[in-house]
C-alpha cells in the first residue's frame, strides 16, 4: 500500500446527512403509501437520488411515469434540504475534524467523492468548503456508485493514480466503487460487514493506525 491520497465519502461518513436522506425519503414514501424502512434505506446508500427512487417504488403498487418520478425526486430533495440548511459546524464532531486535521498534517492529500449534488452545500454549511484538496461529486459524474467514476475523478483532480489512493466509505455500492477503480477500500459504519473491504475501522480515527 504506498497511499498518498484518501477520498472520503461524505454522507455517513464526514457528517450524518445519511439520517435526513432517510427522514426525507420516509416522508415522501409514507404520503406515497409505499412501506419504507431503514433495512431499505441501508440499499440508498451511496446510490443517486433518482436510483434511490427507483428502488423505493419496487415497493409501489403501480407505475409511475417519468415527471412524476421528477416532481417526487424534487419534494423529497426539498425536504432533505430543509434539515440540512439548519446544520451547523457542530455536526461534524471533534473526533473527525481532528483525524482529518492530523492526516493533512501527514501530508497527505484529502478529497471528497460523493454522489450527492448537494455536497457543495453540505461541507458550506459545516464550514468544510475549503479544507479538501478536491471534491468530487454528483455534479461531475454521469454514472453513480457501485461506478468508480466519482473516484476516478477525485484521484484525477488530486493528480495520482488510483492504487495511491484510498476510499472511505459506509456504503456496500461505494466499496464496490473503489474496488473496480483499483482503490484500497476502507469500510465504516454500515459497510464495515461487507467482506470485499479492504480495511475495517471501528471508529473515525482508527484511520490513524492505517495511514
Ligand atoms: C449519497 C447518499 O451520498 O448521495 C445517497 O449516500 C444519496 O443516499 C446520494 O441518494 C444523492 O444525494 P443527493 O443529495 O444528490 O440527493
Ligand atoms: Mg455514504
Redesign the pocket.
Known amino acids: 500500500m504506498n497511499t498518498k491520497g484518501i477520498i472520503f465519502?461524505?454522507?455517513?461518513v464526514i457528517v450524518f446527512?445519511?439520517k435526513f436522506?432517510y427522514l426525507a425519503w420516509k416522508a415522501v414514501s409514507d404520503e406515497l403509501g409505499i412501506y419504507f424502512d431503514e433495512k431499505i434505506?441501508n440499499r440508498?446508500?451511496?446510490?443517486?437520488?433518482m436510483?434511490?427512487l427507483e428502488i423505493i417504488l419496487e415497493g409501489g403498487k403501480r407505475e409511475y411515469s417519468e415527471n412524476e418520478k421528477i416532481e417526487i425526486?424534487e419534494k423529497?430533495?426539498e425536504i432533505?434540504k430543509g434539515y440540512l440548511s439548519k446544520m451547523t459546524p457542530s455536526d461534524v464532531s471533534d473526533e473527525v475534524r481532528k483525524t482529518l486535521t492530523e492526516l493533512k498534517k501527514r501530508g497527505y492529500l484529502l478529497a471528497i467523492g460523493?454522489?450527492?449534488?448537494?455536497?457543495k452545500y453540505?461541507l458550506e454549511r459545516v464550514a468544510l468548503s475549503d479544507f479538501f484538496d478536491a471534491v468530487s461529486?454528483?455534479t461531475n459524474i454521469k454514472k453513480?456508485?457501485p461506478d468508480p467514476e466519482v473516484f476516478l475523478k477525485a484521484a484525477e483532480f488530486i493528480k495520482l493514480s488510483p492504487c495511491e489512493c484510498a476510499v472511505i466509505e459506509?456504503?456496500f455500492a461505494?466499496i464496490d466503487a473503489a474496488k473496480s477503480g483499483g482503490m484500497t477500500a476502507v469500510a465504516i459504519g454500515d459497510a464495515a460487514s461487507y467482506e470485499k473491504a479492504d480495511i475495517v475501522l471501528g471508529t473515525f480515527s482508527d484511520l490513524l493506525k492505517h495511514f
Open positions: 465519502d461524505l454522507d455517513g446527512t445519511d436522506h434505506n440508498l446508500r451511496g446510490v443517486s437520488r436510483d434511490s425526486a423529497k430533495n432533505y460523493s454522489s450527492s449534488k448537494n455536497t453540505i461529486d454528483g453513480s456508485k459506509d456504503a461505494g
